[in-house]
């Protein structure tokens, strides 16, 4: 949960006429600290973060002075059942998309699965190793592990992606996920068997270099 504090706008910044709601929250609940506070426009409400579930990157990028209660809570009710993966997930889409408001920020909550997220890849190699080893995509075999070329697997996979690297590992735009609307097990599948072909092409020529 988030906890928020409200306050009348015209109220100085240090006034101890602070109501404190948590996150998410029911439309009544809201309404109700409102009242409390003497706030009848949620325009003239200023916010304060005292605790806060977000990953840092979306704190960091909220603006609490600006950014609307309701528009908070719809956020805080996108992300209230995510993983431990989810949140460094969408901590590093924020990183990557620069959004400006918890609105904009709600939109990249509900589409986490347009993203690819390898978290803990900082350089092509990382990122390779990731994608042929725990992705769950390919049929990784560590009896092969020396043979894989995973520094030209990676930059291989990111000439075709809108991605970049964050604190949090590497994450980029799911290109084929975009094409079609959603996730296509079909390309999956093809993705899966071709990798499949090629390794046991390199294998049979002493490398895996993908």
Same mark, same amino acid.
Do not use: T
């Given at each position: 949960m988030t906890a928020v504090g409200i306050s009348p706008r015209q109220e100085p910044e240090n006034s101890k006429n602070v109501t404190w709601v948590y996150l998410p929250a029911s439309k009544g609940q809201i309404e109700r600290a409102?009242?409390?506070?003497? %706030?009848?426009?949620?325009?003239?409400?200023?916010?304060?973060m005292a605790d806060s579930s977000f990953p840092?990157?979306?704190?960091?990028?909220?603006?609490?002075?600006?950014?609307? %209660? *309701?528009?908070?809570?719809?956020?805080?009710?996108?992300?209230?059942?995510?993983? %431990? *993966?989810?949140?460094?997930?969408?901590?590093?889409?924020?990183?990557?998309?620069?959004?400006?408001?918890?609105?904009?920020i709600r939109r990249l909550a509900e589409n986490m699965d347009l993203f690819e997220f390898a978290p803990g890849a900082h350089t092509p190699?990382?990122?390779?190793k990731y994608m042929i080893q725990r992705s769950g995509h390919f049929e990784y075999d560590p009896n092969l592990d020396e043979f894989y070329d995973y520094e030209r697997y990676g930059l291989q996979h990111m000439d075709y992606q809108s991605g970049v690297f964050t604190d949090r590992?590497? %994450?980029?735009?799911?290109?084929?996920?975009?094409?079609?609307?959603?996730?296509?097990?079909?390309?999956?599948?093809?993705?899966?068997?071709?990798?499949t072909e090629v390794r046991k092409q390199k294998n049979e020529e002493g490398v895996l270099d993908l």
């Open positions: 409102m009242q409390r506070s003497g %706030i009848a426009d949620p325009k003239d409400m200023r916010l304060f840092e990157e979306v704190d960091v990028a909220l603006d609490f002075r600006c950014d609307n %209660i *309701h528009e908070l809570n719809e956020l805080a009710l996108a992300v209230e059942k995510f993983s %431990i *993966h989810d949140r460094k997930k969408l901590g590093a889409a924020v990183s990557m998309a620069k959004p400006e408001n918890a609105s904009q190699e990382e990122y390779g590992g590497y %994450i980029a735009y799911d290109a084929e996920k975009l094409r079609c609307g959603k996730g296509s097990q079909r390309g999956l599948d093809e993705k899966r068997s071709g990798f």
